[in-house]
C-alpha cells in the first residue's frame, strides 16, 4: 500500500474507477488471434479450448496459457495460488516487489518476481504489456472500458471482469475459479476455494456472536467514504457472519463505495466499523475529533478496527484473494471479536502485521 502522499492515486484505483485504465485493453468476442506463442509448448490439456464469458463478450484460450499478465489489481494472487507465476503484473500501490504482497511471496517457489508495469494515471502502457509477449491477459479485478478491451485483443486473449458485477466488484471465489479454467486447473481452483471458505465457516461456528452483528468497511477519503455489499472488503465481514447496514446499497448507488454525507454518518454506527488509514497515529486521532464521528457509540465504546494502508495487514485486507484471505483472518476475527464483545471496556488491539 502506499504512503499518504499517494492517496490519490489509491483511490483512482478503488473510487475513481475508470481513471486509471483509459489505454488499456480488455478482450471481447474472439480468441486473440495475434498474441504470441508461448515459450515452450504446454502439454495436450482436456481443458482446453475454453471459452470465458465477460463484460465484453468472451475469450476463447486455445491451449494453455505459458506467460500470463495480470492487469487486475490482485489478479496476480490466483495465478501464484494455481502454481504459475505470472511474466507480469500491474503496479498500484507500489512497495511489494512485482506487486506480490508477503501472504503470496511463497508461491514463487524461487523465480524471479514478475516484471512490474508501472501506471502513470492514464493506464498501463499498452506497448510495455506487449513487450512481455503474454499469451494471457487477467483483467478480472478490474474496470476496462471497451476500448481499452479492444486494444489489448489485438496482441493477446484477454479475460476482463465479469459483467454480473460492479467494476472491482468479482468475488475472490469467482476470481479464483475463473482464473483455474483460463489456465486449464478448474478442479485445483475449485479445491482451493472450498479450503478458504472451510475457514469462514468453521470461523463463524466459533464465534456465532458475528451472526447477531452489523458492521461496515470504511476509509477517510475526502470525508466518509464506506464500501458496499460487492466491495471485496464488505464481502469478508459479510462471510463471518455480520450484517451490512440494511440501506447502505441504496446511499450510495450502485458502485462498489462512495462518500457519504455528513448527514448519514449514522451509516457509521454499527456493532464495528473497519476503518482502513493512511497513517494510523495522524488519521485515529482526527476521526475521533470528527463533530460527526466522535459521539457516535461506535467510538465511545471502542467498536473500531483501524487498519494502516501501508502495512502487510492493511494491504492484505484490501486485497481479499485466495491467498491473502487466510493471512487477514488470523488478524481480523480476534479483533472483531474484542469489538462485537458487548463490553465497552474491552479495547480492540491493533495490528500493523
Given at each position: 500500500m502506499p504512503p499518504s502522499s499517494q492517496r490519490a492515486r489509491v483511490f483512482t484505483a478503488f473510487?475513481?474507477?475508470?481513471?486509471?485504465?483509459?489505454t488499456v485493453a480488455a478482450c471481447g468476442s474472439g480468441t486473440g488471434t495475434g498474441a504470441a506463442a508461448p515459450e515452450s509448448s504446454a502439454p495436450a490439456n482436456a481443458a482446453f479450448p475454453v471459452t470465458i464469458e465477460h463484460k465484453f463478450g468472451s475469450t476463447t484460450i486455445t491451449a494453455e496459457p505459458q506467460r500470463v499478465f495480470t492487469l487486475g489489481l490482485t489478479d496476480q494472487d490466483a495465478v501464484l495460488a494455481l502454481g504459475?507465476?505470472?511474466?507480469g503484473t500491474t503496479d498500484w500501490f507500489g512497495g511489494f516487489p512485482g506487486a506480490i504482497g508477503p501472504w503470496a511471496t511463497g508461491k514463487l517457489g524461487g523465480a524471479p518476481v514478475p516484471t512490474l508495469v508501472k501506471d502513470t494515471g492514464t493506464g498501463p502502457p499498452v506497448e510495455q504489456i506487449a513487450a512481455l509477449r503474454p499469451d494471457l491477459i487477467l483483467a478480472l479485478y478490474a474496470g476496462l472500458t471497451k476500448e481499452q478491451y479492444d486494444t489489448l485483443s489485438k496482441f493477446a486473449p484477454v479475460v476482463a471482469q465479469p459483467k454480473e458485477y460492479n467494476d472491482y466488484g468479482i468475488p475472490w471465489q469467482q476470481q479464483t475459479e475463473t482464473t483455474g479454467r483460463a489456465l486449464g486447473k478448474p478442479a485445483e481452483a475449485k479445491a482451493l476455494v472450498e479450503g478458504v471458505e472451510r475457514k469462514f465457516a468453521t470461523?463463524?461456528?466459533?464465534?456465532?456472536?458475528?451472526?447477531?452483528a452489523t458492521g461496515l468497511v470504511a476509509t477517510p477519503y475526502e470525508g466518509f467514504f464506506v464500501y458496499g455489499s460487492q466491495d471485496p472488503r464488505s464481502r469478508?465481514?459479510?462471510s463471518l457472519g455480520l450484517k451490512l447496514p440494511t440501506d447502505l446499497d441504496k446511499?450510495?448507488?450502485?458502485?462498489?463505495?462512495?462518500?457519504?454525507?455528513?448527514?448519514?454518518?449514522?451509516?457509521?454506527d454499527q456493532d464495528v466499523v473497519v476503518w482502513t488509514v493512511p497513517d494510523l497515529a495522524k488519521d485515529v486521532t482526527?476521526?475521533?475529533?470528527?463533530?460527526?464521528?466522535?459521539?457516535?457509540?461506535?467510538?465511545?465504546e471502542s467498536r473500531e478496527v483501524f487498519l494502516g494502508e501501508s502495512t502487510d495487514y492493511g494491504a492484505a485486507f484490501s486485497f481479499v484473494t485466495v491467498l491473502s484471505l487466510p493471512y487477514v483472518l488470523d488478524r481480523l476475527v480476534p479483533q472483531l471479536a474484542a469489538a462485537v464483545d458487548g463490553d465497552a471496556a474491552t479495547k480492540v488491539a491493533q495490528t500493523t502485521s
Open positions: 473510487a475513481s474507477l475508470l481513471l486509471l485504465l483509459t504459475k507465476v505470472p511474466v470461523l463463524r461456528r466459533e464465534h456465532p456472536e458475528f451472526a447477531g469478508t465481514l459479510s446511499v450510495i448507488g450502485d458502485q462498489f463505495g462512495a462518500n457519504i454525507s455528513k448527514e448519514r454518518g449514522d451509516l457509521l482526527t476521526l475521533r475529533a470528527d463533530p460527526v464521528y466522535k459521539d457516535l457509540k461506535v467510538v465511545k
